[in-house]
């Protein structure tokens, strides 16, 4: 079974700050992994995907991450900060046999003026 | 764009009324789920459905059944509400073949008194 762990349920960033979300996720197959963001009261969308193709991942609104299998992480980041990127962010894995994703608990970003 | 819509936003229910969470996508999907969102939790399946009138048990289903009698239509059935299963319900669609890539709904805030 696949599960992700999410490292700090809350961050806190200036507006122009580096953002980072860590991710972990222990699978006992080659996985893949995802970020979703949400923002306030709605659904939550695609951000970026890894499926075994580059391990350096670009998704929208320039966010980036990396997969590292030595150290089984898919850390989510962002050079700058922008006002709009306050939101709720979660992790989630699967693997190409299951339908199901699991997300980790989720990291809520707030960005200071 | 793919749509996903649930009927109702927020709802209020008693204790031991049944309750009906009703989602709808518009882009012919095969796959469609059930979450539940939780502060601190993240999101956990409840059910999903990979066709019309099939599904399957996801890590929650406890207190909880579901109906899929046409493609586009995934519904949530709580048999008698109980306080536990105060929450937030996010339905999400996917097209078969696309792993993890899913399409979620605003999400439906359910209060049981």
Known sequence: AQSVTQLGSHVSVSEGALVLL????????????????????????????????????????GFEAEFKKSETSFHLTKPSAHMSDAAEYFCAVSDEADY?????????????A | DVKVTQSSRYLVKRTGEKVFLECVQDMDH????????????????????Y????????????????????????SLILESASTNQTSMYLCASRSEGLVGELFFGEGSRLTVL
């Open chain 2, 30 to 49: 095969e796959n469609m789920f059930w979450y539940r969102q939780d502060p601190g939790l993240g999101l956990r399946l409840i059910y999903f459905s």
């Open chain 2, 51 to 74: 066709d019309v009138k099939m599904k399957e048990k996801g890590d929650i289903p406890e207190g909880y059944s579901v109906s899929r009698e046409k493609k586009e239509r995934f």
């Open chain 1, 22 to 61: 860590r991710c972990n996720y222990s699978s006992s197959v080659p996985p893949y992994l995802f970020w979703y963001v949400q923002y306030p009261n709605q659904g939550l969308q695609l951000l970026l995907k890894y499926t075994s193709a580059a391990t350096l991942v670009k998704g929208i609104n």
């Open chain 1, 100 to 112: 199901k994703l699991s997300f980790g608990a989720g990291t809520t970003v707030t960005v200071r």
